[in-house]
């Protein structure tokens, strides 16, 4: 197995831990995170989903340029549009087969991934700090759940992992 593979599952691993996590919370908070008194894990929840989100989206760039150097960014739309093209349009499409029937979004005519991912870019930031002012402090659990979820599931069809015999044993 490449270096570039191995690398890649174990940031793919790592963000799907992550979220498995997440839903291990006892008043998961789905919809909207716009009231602040909605959950006693408010700020965590989000800032979790957004890191392994960023995961997934590292575990992507290292897998399409054999390059474990992916960006030191918590900009998801800036980890996207660093992805090749090809893998761009794959996340899209089946973002809007998968994920857009279940998660409308009413403002966009033609809603794709780089608007929801746009709409997060600075989850993790805004939500690990709470203390400090934003004007971003929306987040749609149930839809970034859902999306995430489909970046890992496309991610993991991109190699399988067979197990490995060895001659007399």
Do not use: C
């Amino acid at each position: 197995m490449s270096a570039r593979l191995s690398t890649a599952i174990r940031i793919g691993d790592a963000a799907r831990a992550i979220l498995r996590k997440t839903r291990t919370f006892p008043d998961r908070g789905f919809g909207d995170y716009s009231d602040l008194s909605e959950s006693n894990h408010i700020g965590v929840e989000p800032m979790l989903l957004a890191l392994s989100m960023e995961l997934a989206l590292k575990a992507w760039f290292v897998f399409d340029y054999d390059n474990p150097q992916f960006a030191k960014s918590h900009d998801l739309i800036k980890l996207f549009e660093r992805l090749k093209p090809e893998s761009q349009e794959k996340l899209d499409a089946e973002f809007k087969r998968s994920v857009v029937p279940y998660h409308p979004n009413r403002l966009f005519m033609d809603y794709n991934i780089r608007h929801m991912l746009y709409q997060h870019k600075d989850a993790f930031i805004d939500w690990r700090y709470l203390h400090e002012p934003t004007s971003t402090r929306k987040f749609d659990v149930s839809a970034f759940e859902a999306t995430l979820e489909m970046v890992l599931r496309e991610f993991q069809k991109r190699y399988r992992i067979e197990p490995v015999t060895t001659l007399g044993r």
